[in-house]
């Protein structure tokens, strides 16, 4: 199984030499001849056990800055549209410059993944560009030195969350595999869940809200602690874990984290360590401290579960600290109802990582938020729904005209998304998608998940 990645950037941040090295022949020699444009051109690259063909688009920049605009922004356009995921190359020496800016801002508008990488950042020259990086808005930058072949890991590390989402996250606008026939009725029914995979989990949340305790109260030893230094091993990600005869695969935060810990010697929440446990997994437990619960960074990451689509359980750890335990609870659900609106009806589950108590509960719930976010609501039984709803609430009317909805349909699940036609998909205002959106989630019973809705024009 293979993934695309494109390699964005500026002129002379080192496209090539990075192609190059994941490719590991000298097949991108650069080309220095004025005017000569060349292809964009696919390898077969590798970082360890990962393979990924690569799109280089080195040599796609005219010289003439005045046209680098138009050039290289459809041929870069084409690329990003073409990948998986971007590797956009900023250089670290240098800094970030407006090219930069204007190359993040097109990134940020396709919308596609981008993994944000800082090159050059071999020795202290480097380092200013890296904190600089950060400004872009594109998350964490990975440090690397693609002459010297230093930060190989971290990019292993970034692009891992891709190598599946290939298989299991297609296209959101193709209708992929109908749901099963009954065969009775004729009718769309649900598939049944596949139990053969692993559950693949990630245990997220602010430093100190014990993630590592609770990680190693599951597993029942102390060994995410120890864990191969390299780095460039498929163990270093992950670790496998059975509960109750289920398979789950385990995000290994505690080895990400502990090299953190060393480089930026305080505790601080790393944001792409985060994401890309985030995009490891598909269920997400986000682990609050009870005594001090829903921060600013504990809503954050939150929400950054929400946008990225995966299902959300929220570990109320500590709880052994709690005295009015039911106080406590009434408390914690409402503020999770009023900040959490987009993934409403989230699991709390109160828990000790100290003491165990509270894991199976745990993962009984997220069993449960698994199933809801695999599931397919039949077509017949959405547009049942969708006749009752127009039938009582119709869409308003805007500058004088109805707006038609007809038809409505689940193409795919993972997280659930829902596309509608729509006479004026442009008219239909926010809060009426909003109303929809939350009525499939009370009638369909999607708690805890992000719900998608697209609006498509349609008579
Ligand atoms: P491109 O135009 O983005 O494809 O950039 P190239 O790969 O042609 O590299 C531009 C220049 O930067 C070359 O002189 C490279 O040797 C140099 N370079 C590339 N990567 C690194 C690096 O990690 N560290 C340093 N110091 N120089 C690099
Ligand atoms: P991490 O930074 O999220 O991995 O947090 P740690 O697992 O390192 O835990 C941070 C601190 O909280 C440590 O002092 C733990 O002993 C403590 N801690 C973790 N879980 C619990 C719990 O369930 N109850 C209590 N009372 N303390 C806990």
Request: net charge negative.
């Amino acid at each position: 199984m293979t993934f695309t990645v494109a390699i964005i950037g500026r002129p002379n941040v080192g496209k090539s030499t990075l192609f190059n090295r994941l490719v590991g022949s000298k097949i991108a020699i650069v080309d220095d001849t004025p005017g000569v444009t060349r292809d964009r051109r696919p390898g077969e690259a590798r970082i360890g056990d990962l393979h990924f063909t690569i799109i280089d688009t080195a040599g796609l920049e005219d010289a003439d800055p005045d046209s680098l605009e138009g050039r290289m922004r459809a041929q870069t356009e084409m690329a990003i549209e073409e990948a998986d995921v971007s590797l956009f190359l900023i250089d670290a020496r240098v800094g970030v410059t407006p090219v930069d800016e204007h190359f993040a801002e097109l990134l940020r508008r396709v919308g596609k993944p981008v993994v944000l990488v800082a090159n050059k950042a071999e020795g202290k020259l480097g380092e200013n560009g890296v904190m600089e990086a950060y400004s872009l808005g594109l998350g964490e930058p990975v440090a690397l030195s693609a002459e010297h072949g230093e930060g190989m890991a971290d990019l292993f590390a970034a692009l891992l969350p891709f190598e599946r989402e290939e298989e299991e996250f297609d296209d959101e606008d193709e209708v992929d595999a109908p749901l099963a026939i009954d065969p009775e009725t004729g009718e769309e029914i649900e598939a049944p869940l596949d139990l053969s995979k692993p559950i693949k989990v990630a245990i997220v949340g602010r430093p100190n809200a014990g993630k590592s305790t609770l990680i190693n109260t599951m597993l029942g030893e102390d060994r995410l602690l120890v864990g191969p230094e390299a780095g460039i091993t498929r163990d270093s990600i992950s670790v496998d874990w059975t509960w109750n005869d289920r398979r789950i695969k385990l995000f290994d935060t505690a080895g990400m984290r502990k090299k953190a810990r060393v480089e930026t010697k305080l505790e601080k929440l790393s944001v792409g360590d985060t994401l890309r446990a985030i995009r490891f997994a598909e269920v997400v437990v986000l682990t609050l401290d009870v005594t001090i619960p829903f921060e600013k960074q504990d809503l954050q990451i939150a929400d950054l579960v929400a946008r990225e689509g995966r299902a959300l359980i929220i570990a109320l750890n500590k709880w052994d600290l709690v005295e009015d335990r039911q106080a406590k609870m009434a408390e914690l659900r409402e503020m999770a109802e009023r900040l959490l609106p987009q993934v409403r009806g989230v699991p709390l589950v109160p828990l000790s990582g100290l003491t165990g108590s509270g894991i199976d509960k745990l993962m009984g719930e997220l069993l449960k938020v698994y199933a809801t976010w695999n599931r397919r609501i039949p077509t017949a039984a959405l547009n049942r729904w969708l006749a009752s709803v127009l039938e009582h609430h119709p869409p308003p009317a805007v500058s004088g005209r109805r707006i038609k909805l007809r038809y409505m349909t689940q193409p795919k699940a993972r997280p659930p998304t829902f596309v509608a036609f729509c006479s004026r998909p442009e008219a239909l205002p926010d809060a009426y998608t909003r109303y929809l959106l939350n009525g499939i989630r009370d009638t369909f019973k999607l708690s805890a998940v992000p719900l998608r809705l697209t609006l498509r024009k349609g008579e």
